[in-house]
C-alpha cells in the first residue's frame, strides 16, 4: 500500500471517530443557562458582615444584593449586586435569589453543606467565595492543611456537579487578601471612635476573629506566613476549578483571583469592624467579580 493511500484511509478512520465519540473530540458543552436563578455559597463576605450595620446586611452583599423602596427610603447602600445585574440584562421573569452563605463559614466544615442546600434549589449560577475563615483562624494550628482544603472543596463541587442541572454555571472567586484588607484599616478608627488596633487586639482573648493575621503580636514574618497559605488556598481553588471545567461537559466552572489583587482602600473597609468590606468594599466586589466572571459580556 502506498503512503499516500494509507494517509487517506488513517484521516477516514480518524473522521469516523470523530463522529461517533464527538466528545472524546473536545464536543461543545452543554448549552449555557442564563443566571436567572442565583445561589451564593460563603462565608460573611458574601452575607456582608458590618457593610453598612452590625451585622449581615444581606441588601449590600455583592452576589445577593437589592435596593428596592425601603432600602431606598432607609439610605441603605446600593452596591449594584451580581442579583440586580442579572435582573438588569436577563430581566425579571424566573428570577429566584437564594444566599445559601453564613458567617463564619470555612471551606472545611461548611461548603459541602451549603452546596447541599444550593442544589435544592435548583440554580443555574452558583457563587463561591469561602476560605477566609480557614485562614483565620484564632491559632495557626487551626488552618488546614492543603490536603483537607482541596478534599472539602472537591466535595463541594461535586454535590454541584451532580445536583445542578446541565448548562449550570459555577464560579469561584479567590479568597481576598485579607493582608490588604488589614493594611487598608491600619490607620481606620472603628465608628470614627476606637482604633482598629486596639479592636483587633481583642483576638488575644479570641473575642474578634482572624487572631493569625490581626493579633498585635505577630511578626511580620507569621503575617506573612498567614498570606502565604491565603495564596496556598487560592492556588488549590483555581487549579481544581480548572480541572472540573475540563472534565465536566454539562457544567461551566470559571475562576478568577482578581479580588485577592484589588488593593482596597480605607474607605472600602467597614467603619465598624474594620475588617470587612463596606459598603463601597461590596460595591467594588461585585464590580470586580462581574467583570472578570462568566457573564462579563452582559454589562448593563
Known amino acids: 500500500m502506498d503512503s499516500k493511500r494509507f494517509t487517506l484511509i488513517v484521516l477516514l478512520v480518524v473522521l ?43 441588601w449590600a452583599s455583592w452576589a445577593n444584593g437589592y435596593h428596592g423602596f425601603w432600602e431606598w427610603l432607609l439610605g441603605l447602600a446600593d452596591v449594584y449586586s451580581h442579583n440586580q445585574r442579572i435582573t438588569k440584562n436577563f430581566g425579571s421573569w424566573g428570577r429566584a435569589n437564594y444566599m445559601e452563605a453564613k458567617s463564619g463559614a470555612d471551606m472545611e466544615t461548611d461548603f459541602v453543606g451549603q452546596t447541599l442546600q444550593s442544589v435544592g434549589h435548583t440554580p443555574t449560577y452558583v457563587t463561591v467565595l469561602m476560605g477566609h475563615n480557614d485562614v483565620c483562624g484564632n491559632r495557626f494550628a487551626d488552618i488546614p492543611t492543603d490536603g483537607v482544603f482541596e478534599e ?23 479568597i481576598v487578601d485579607i493582608y490588604r484588607l488589614r493594611q487598608a484599616a491600619d490607620d481606620k478608627k472603628a465608628l470614627g471612635i476606637l482604633n482598629c488596633e486596639v479592636l483587633w487586639a481583642t483576638t488575644l482573648l ?43 461537559p454539562g457544567h461551566y466552572y470559571v475562576y478568577t483571583d482578581e479580588v485577592f489583587k484589588y488593593p482596597f482602600t480605607e474607605d472600602e473597609v467597614s467603619d465598624i469592624d474594620c475588617f470587612h468590606p463596606s459598603a463601597s468594599g461590596q460595591k ?15 454589562a448593563k
Open 16 to 58: 469516523c471517530l470523530a463522529l461517533a465519540v464527538p466528545q472524546a473530540f473536545g464536543q461543545d458543552k452543554a448549552k449555557q443557562l442564563s443566571p436567572k436563578r442565583l445561589s451564593s455559597t460563603g462565608d460573611s463576605m458574601t452575607v456582608a458582615i458590618d457593610a453598612q450595620l452590625p451585622a449581615a446586611n444581606h
Open 206 to 248: 479570641n473575642l474578634f476573629p482572624c487572631g493569625t493575621m490581626l493579633n498585635p503580636l505577630l511578626t511580620e514574618a507569621q503575617r506573612q506566613y498567614t498570606r502565604s497559605r491565603n495564596m496556598a488556598f487560592n492556588d488549590i481553588l483555581k487549579r481544581v476549578t480548572e480541572e472540573y471545567n475540563g472534565a465536566d
Open 152 to 174: 472539602k472543596f472537591r466535595a463541594g463541587l461535586t454535590t454541584l456537579k451532580n445536583g445542578l442541572p446541565s448548562g449550570a454555571t459555577i464560579y469561584v472567586v479567590g
Open 284 to 298: 467594588k466586589l461585585s464590580e470586580i467579580t462581574w467583570f472578570n466572571g462568566p457573564f462579563k459580556a452582559y
